[in-house]
């Protein structure tokens, strides 16, 4: 097979969850346009059926949008479910929602840091417990956990989001030494700063964006779009014998 080759999905069914906006949007459109069939969930069913549109108009592919909150399991269950009884099985699940609380950590509440950890780390967790089964059926598969580069060093005042996604390094580490006999490759994309909405607090604060623009080597955030290509390859034949890695797509700020 050609190199070029390996990165094609055509026949396979990808989940992305968060895929109505932001990186996840990016990277189900990224899966799609390389022949993927595709599920996207939001909270908000109306959401993720008007972006799974816009996707399906982008690419020609099929896409569908899914209601689903990744912190319930019973609908995270019935995501699965609804997308493999539509689409016809499942080989990819990107476990990308995820939310960011920044405060010190006397300002936060029990509640806050519960649900940061149920979101970024549990709803991973929940998404890869209900995927696995299918992806053992077809003897194939892919999971790709969006952590983050602060799933590797820490950055004050966020201390629920940076123990959540160092988590989901752990689980994706762990998870690869399950089901590599089954040909399941479980990989972690560790992001730097994106221009998407988690980071508008820092994006409409002049002086925090600069900051963040001051570390990064290659000095400017990063444009979603350049999330895509990195994903395809941690979803296809491309990353064939990779597996319990992370990768980071930093702009360099981990590097140093
Ligand atoms: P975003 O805020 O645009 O997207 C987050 C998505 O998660 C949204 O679609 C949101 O609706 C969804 N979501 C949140 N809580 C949910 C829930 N309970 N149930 C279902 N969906 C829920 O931001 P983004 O930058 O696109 O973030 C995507 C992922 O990338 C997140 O996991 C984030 O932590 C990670 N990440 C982002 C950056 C960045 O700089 N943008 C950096 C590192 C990691």
Redo the contacts with the bound molecule.
Sequence with gaps: MAAIDRFRLDGRVALV??????????MAGALASAGALVAL????RH?AEEAAAEVARDTGAEVIGLG?????AAEVEAAVGEAISTLGKLDILI??????IRRPIEQLEEAEWD?VL???LK?SWLFCRAAVPAMKRNGWGRILN?????GEVGLAERTP?CSS?GGMTLLTRTLALELAPFKINVNAL??????????LPLLNDPEKKAAMESRLPIGR??D?EELGPAALFLCSEASSYMTGATLFI?GGFTAQ
């Design positions: 969850s968060g895929g109505s906006r932001g990186l996840g949007r990016v969930t939001a909270r908000d959401r689903v909150d990744v912190t319930k476990n990308n929602a995820g939310i960011n649900l149920d979101t970024n709803g969006v952590s983050s580069m602060l989001y996604k560790c992001p730097g700063p994106f221009a998407t909405e988690i980071n955030w990063g979603p930093d």
